[in-house]
């Protein structure tokens, strides 16, 4: 699964599939946010702080996040990558 791109913006280049532990998703964190310093602000869906909460809020209480087998209601450090991840390019 690489990045999502739509017309209106792409999703972040972290990947967030071998995020299994907090150190994993801290260093995914670290990775959005270089990708954010780069081109992401230009190029992302959300790519400002107010857009980005908003998706993020919109993801999570829609559960529509990849793989789509994943159990949506059970935290996990894979579930909240993937839900950053999401936020960025949610429309």
């Known amino acids: 699964m690489g ?17 299994r532990t907090r150190d994993d998703f801290a260093t ?4 959005v946010s270089a990708d954010l310093r780069g081109s992401g602000a230009a190029e992302w869906e959300n790519g400002t702080l107010e857009r980005f909460l908003d998706a993020f809020a919109a ?3 829609a559960c529509t ?3 789509p087998g994943q159990v949506q209601e059970r935290p996990s450090w894979a579930l909240f990558a993937e839900l ?8």
Request: aromatic residues 12%; hydrophobic residues 30%.
């Open 65 to 67: 996040v990849d793989p």
């Open 28 to 31: 995914f964190l670290d990775e």
């Open 3 to 19: 990045h999502v791109s739509h017309e209106t913006g792409r999703s972040t280049y972290a990947d967030p599939r071998g995020v």
């Open 84 to 91: 950053v991840r999401a936020a960025t390019y949610y429309e």
């Open 59 to 61: 993801v999570a209480g």
